[in-house]
């Protein structure tokens, strides 16, 4: 076959291989997958699984991390928190844009904000539904357990989940005391 058609399937391939698994590196994180409750998740880990699992799409990823926080650690509980409502904010970018995750500076569990911004950016009802406390498990879909996650770990934590936003162009999904 024609050689530079075998080299342009291969690079296809590997891209997807490398995708496939910054995408696996991010859900084993995000939904607790190994590792057990005791052991923290570093700020670091957390931002590159997020940069890998965006790649080289159609969301700009924009999570500056304190100088100050550079080897810092989260609890199990909030990391999983931040990359989950993370999820949520690329549900809510069907056509891509930006994606800023902002948390305190010194780091603290006490709030985090993730605000998605671009062309019809929304968060469907599907996730909203689940975005409060004690929703019914009737609700629950494979689409939308990240959602359901991200509450019940914000409830754990002493925080709840809030919205903001002006619809089809921003929404900020944070957690807050």
Request: hydrophobic share 45%; net charge negative; aromatic share 6%.
């Amino acid at each position: 076959g024609d050689p530079k058609m075998t080299a342009d399937a291969i690079t296809l391939v590997g891209g997807s291989a490398s995708q496939a698994a910054a995408r696996l590196a991010f859900y084993r994180l995000a939904f607790g997958h190994g590792g057990g409750d005791a052991h923290p998740i570093a700020l670091l880990e957390a931002r590159e699984v997020a940069r890998n699992f965006v790649g080289d799409g159609k969301v700009e990823l924009e999570w500056p991390v304190p100088s100050s926080a550079d080897n810092e650690n989260m609890s199990r509980s909030f990391g999983r928190l931040v990359l989950n409502l993370f999820l949520l904010a690329m549900d809510a970018l069907p056509r891509g844009g930006q994606i800023a995750v902002i948390l305190p500076a010194p780091l603290s569990e006490s709030w985090i904000s993730v605000t998605a911004t671009g062309d019809r950016c929304e968060l469907r009802d599907e996730f909203r539904d689940v975005l409060v406390p004690d929703a019914p498990e009737s609700l629950l879909s494979a689409r939308n357990i990240n959602g359901y996650l991200a509450t019940s770990l914000a409830t754990q934590l002493g925080l709840s989940i809030e919205l903001a936003g002006d619809v089809g162009s921003k929404i900020e999904i944070a957690a807050r005391a």
